[in-house]
């Protein structure tokens, strides 16, 4: 049935996107490194070892996992130190919960405006907007370039953002703080496989507000895949401890800034919500900016 495609479509590009693109992170620059050294009797032995400058780490001074060669996938492993309380369950909750959203979204997309996805006994079988699923649409010339461009385009990320901003303001007041939100603040220096650890009440809010602009307006199938690319890769690219930086735009070390100082650098993905509101701690083009402490 379709919804099972659906389903398989969705887990495969989120949870298999997540699982590769973390997997590739811990490759590339957590693993030991190996290296011949002669012995005394002259043979040669191979032997693990790091290259102990970790120019790459935006916390140089905390070597975390760094020459852990294990898989940190938390499914299987057992081998993180000082791994979180539940970080096995939640992780993995959640990820499952993020690929259901997308399946959700496909299935509705799937059954929406002028998408036709049978064609049996010569009947054509199509479903319309006002039949209420997804307001992806899948035609060009359904709406002018201009609105794909500045509409379809950018709402999504405008939409996440501001929501994303005033939900993780929301996460920091004591009552959810303490409740929720503290469990997600458990790693100070975050690593490949981290960002998940989120309560799973709190990591489903965020998942409506991640999907949400496929049901707000109509927003172009190419725009969303855009869209969903970017906050996912910037997802793990906030959480992989590594500096990655697109200037004007989007700096890891402003995330990681958060979860080492706690109270400033809210916004996700950009940095925009916070230079509006005054809680953004770092460098932005070249200019240095301190934060008023947010209680």
């Not at 919960?97 to 997309?109: D, F, H, Q, R, Y």
């Not at 994303?164 to 409740?179: G, N």
């Not at 975050?190 to 049901?215: K, N, Q, T, V």
Request: hydrophobic residues 35%; glycine residues 6%; neutral net charge.
């Amino acid at each position: 049935q379709m919804w099972v495609q659906s389903l398989i479509v969705g887990f495969t590009l989120i949870s298999g996107g997540y699982i590769l693109l973390n997997t590739l992170i811990q490759q590339v620059y957590y693993r030991s490194i190996e290296v011949k050294q002669s012995s005394l009797n002259g043979r040669d032995a191979t032997i693990k070892k790091t290259d102990g400058t970790y120019d790459w780490k935006i916390q140089r001074d905390k070597e975390g996992h760094v020459g852990d060669d294990h898989w940190w996938l938390p499914l299987i492993s057992r081998s993180k130190r000082n791994k979180a309380k539940n970080h096995r369950l939640f992780t993995t909750l959640n990820l499952g919960t993020a690929s259901l959203g997308a399946s959700i979204v496909i299935e509705a997309t799937s059954r929406s405006n002028h998408f036709n996805f049978a064609n049996i006994m010569d009947v054509q079988l199509e479903f319309n907007l006002s039949s209420g699923w997804s307001s992806l649409y899948w035609n060009l010339s359904d709406y002018s370039l201009g609105y794909y461009l500045f509409v379809s385009t950018l709402f999504p990320f405008v939409w996440q953002s501001v929501l994303e901003y005033y939900w993780h303001r929301t996460m920091h007041l004591p009552w959810f703080y303490i409740r929720l939100h503290k469990v997600h603040h458990y790693y100070k220096s975050p690593e490949p496989f981290d960002d998940l650890y989120i309560h799973p009440l709190e990591s489903f809010g965020y998942y409506c507000i991640l999907y949400s602009p496929a049901f707000i307006i109509p927003v172009h199938v190419t725009s969303f895949i855009f869209y969903m690319s970017i906050v996912g890769l910037t997802g793990v690219l906030d959480h992989s401890g590594v500096y990655f930086s697109f200037p004007g735009f989007y700096n890891t070390r402003d995330h990681d800034t958060h979860h080492a100082k706690f109270d400033c650098n809210y916004a996700f993905p950009f940095p925009f919500m916070d230079l509006a509101h005054g809680t953004f701690r770092g460098t932005y083009l070249n200019k240095e900016y301190c934060y008023k402490k947010v209680h």
